[in-house]
């Protein structure tokens, strides 16, 4: 599964490696060689071409192999003329005929023993195990493919594994000796929906949805209501999708670089998260370069500096202190000079005082706006999973601020209450881009709305 789709088909290098070989260069004498053979004439007296008979065609003298010792006999001018097509120069030492040595009589023909296999020495072509796929057939390509999204599946159903036992340990005691649908099991329904921290918003509404379902007898047993309340929670899902920033093929490819701001409050993850984006981006073939406009924490500059170096993605920063909008001003010209497809901003993460935050804000925007057509072109609140719904409070506060357009969830295989993510979706109306499942520099996934409800309601 692709993690940055920004590169469009018409950037990939076409290397012409299947198609047909160019010819080699011929050497002149042998292409003398050549043009002599094609004139070659009859000898006098002898019957054109026309008149000549099946029976009159003499067939070449079979070629007896020379007995060890002995001098190599002359080359059938079938195969000199082979190697003439073949491109190989043409040497009298090899190739001009030598007399045959008559065998010995005395001599036995010697035994010949079968050499051993030679041991298989591994390809250094950059090519014979590349990442493009170019050795590789269709066939090939695919199954790998399939492959690697059963990894992704299978490890984003680990990440969600506490969420998934404690809600359905707690789903299928509601549904446990249970036939038909009353108050009292939607009642107890509603009690588990909140533990796995949905929200009591969100689960009101999937709840009030389930009531009309059952008053209009468009659910009549608990496999329906099980299948309804599934459906609801990924329709959350496709609405928050519909607002912010979903994918980042919707800034055209040709704008660059891609300027990713990232923001969200201390502690929940936000380095981290910024050196995993640079090196699942890197991976994909991109340019990428970090900017540390977060100058007010040292702390931050010097994390972000360990994540540049471990994954060899250049680090643009300057002293503590140093106005932000500065920093991100120099980075701008960094990653045009660099040709850079992604920069990738860091910022403060407070909000003890609005007024400032938000100053600072909309100055960086104003500046990367002006450097880059409609930058910031995403911008990112990270939230902790692991907080719940005090995460949840945090991300409205950025809100109001920030102009986010999307959500990374970190953490998510820490937690029992992998549930905020539907929270997040519907309370929020924001997508979420990315989710934490380990701590793993490519534990950093896209977050796949249909993978996480079929891992969290089986």
């Known amino acids: 599964m692709a993690f940055w789709r920004r590169k469009k088909k018409d950037d990939i290098i076409t290397l012409g490696l299947n198609e047909p070989p160019a010819p080699k260069p011929v050497a002149p004498e042998v292409q003398t060689a050549l043009r002599q053979e094609t004139r070659l004439e009859p000898p006098a007296g002898a019957a054109s071409p026309a008149q000549t008979t099946p029976e009159t065609i003499i067939p070449p003298m079979p070629l007896e192999p020379a007995p060890t010792g002995a001098a190599p006999s002359s080359l059938p001018q079938s ?7 073949a491109g190989e120069a043409f040497t009298p030492e090899r190739d001009v005929a030598t007399p045959p040595v008559a065998p010995l009589a005395a001599s036995a023909p010697e ?32 199954a790998e493919e399939a492959a690697l999204e059963a990894a992704f599946a299978a490890r984003f159903r680990r990440a969600v594994s506490a969420t998934r ?8 005691t509601v549904f446990q000796n249970r036939k038909q649908i009353d108050a009292e099991l939607l009642d107890d329904l509603e009690e588990a929906l909140i533990a796995a921290d949905i929200g009591v918003p969100t689960t009101l509404a999937i709840l009030e949805n389930v009531r009309r379902g059952i008053s209009r007898k468009e659910i009549n047993d608990i496999e329906a209501l099980k299948a309804s309340i599934k459906n609801q929670v990924l329709e959350i899902f496709r609405q928050a999708e519909g607002n912010g920033i979903a994918s980042e093929t919707e800034t055209g490819a040709s704008v660059a670089p891609y300027v990713l701001m990232r923001v969200g409050v201390n502690r929940v993850g936000k380095t981290t ?20 406009a977060d100058t007010f924490r040292a702390a931050a500059s010097d994390q972000l500096a360990i994540w540049a170096e471990r994954t060899g993605v250049p680090l643009i920063q300057q002293k503590q202190g140093t106005d932000p909008a500065a920093v991100l001003f120099d980075a701008l010209k960094a990653a045009k000079a660099r040709e850079s497809d992604v920069l990738i901003v860091d910022t403060a993460g407070r909000i003890h005082n609005k007024s ?9 925007k104003r500046i990367a706006g002006r450097e880059v057509e409609s930058a910031p072109h995403e911008t990112l609140l990270v939230i902790d999973a692991v907080t719940g719904q005090n995460g949840l409070e945090q991300a409205r506060q950025f809100l109001k601020v920030a102009g986010v357009t999307g959500i990374v969830l970190t953490k998510l295989d820490g937690t029992a209450k992998g549930g905020i993510a539907v929270a997040i979706a519907k309370e929020l109306g924001l997508p979420i881009r990315y989710a934490g499942i380990g701590e793993k520099v490519d534990d950093l996934v896209v977050f796949d709305a249909e993978q996480y409800v079929n891992s969290l309601f089986e």
């Open 79 to 85: 195969q000199t003329l082979d190697r003439a097509r």
């Open 111 to 142: 035994t010949t023993k079968p050499r051993p296999p030679a041991p298989v020495v591994p390809s250094r072509s950059p090519f014979n195990s590349s990442i493009l796929g170019l050795n590789r057939s269709i066939e090939e390509l695919q």
């Open 165 to 172: 036992e404690s809600l359905s340990e707690k789903i299928d």
């Open 273 to 292: 998260t910024i050196g995993k984006l640079a090196q699942r981006i890197k991976a994909e073939g991109n340019d990428v370069l970090i900017c540390a």
């Open 356 to 364: 400032n935050l938000m100053a600072e804000l909309e100055k960086m």
